[in-house]
């Protein structure tokens, strides 16, 4: 949506989790840092999320659900919401992209775009 009032922007980081991953095992475990931040005029309210996974072989996984991490935020103009999560893959490199349903406080509803993303084993990629 190109309307100012209703501009929502994501931001991410990630981690390999060395850890909680068994490479033996084609366990490649990874942990993501959100930040969604209202660059809009109104409120908005984080409803739900529908990620895309897709690992190196080009498998993909869509997963829904209600809110992040067990909470629908609201977050006034101007400001932010932070969380972590994490997924677990097949393979030492995949991606993850998606989009937010928001609901801004004069009712109308709106996607914010969680643009393609990398998750990579530390030394995967030349």
Do not use: C
Not at 16 to 25: C, D, H, R, V
Not at 42 to 58: E, K
Not at 116 to 124: D, N, Y
């Amino acid at each position: 949506m190109s309307d100012p009032r209703y501009q929502v922007d994501v931001s991410v980081t990630t981690r390999f989790l060395a850890e909680q991953s068994q490479p033996e095992q084609d366990r490649f475990a990874f942990a993501y840092t959100i930040t969604v931040r209202n660059n809009g005029s109104l409120s908005a309210r984080l409803l739900s999320r529908h990620w895309v996974i897709t690992d190196g072989d080009g498998h993909v996984e869509h997963v829904r659900g209600e809110g992040v991490v067990g909470q629908q935020p609201l977050i006034e103009a101007g400001r932010s919401h932070n969380y972590s999560s994490g997924t677990v893959m097949s393979t030492r490199v995949g991606t993850m992209q998606g989009t937010y349903q928001m609901l801004a406080e004069d009712g109308t509803r709106f996607d914010a775009i969680i643009k393609p993303f990398r998750l990579a084993v530390p030394g995967a990629l030349h």
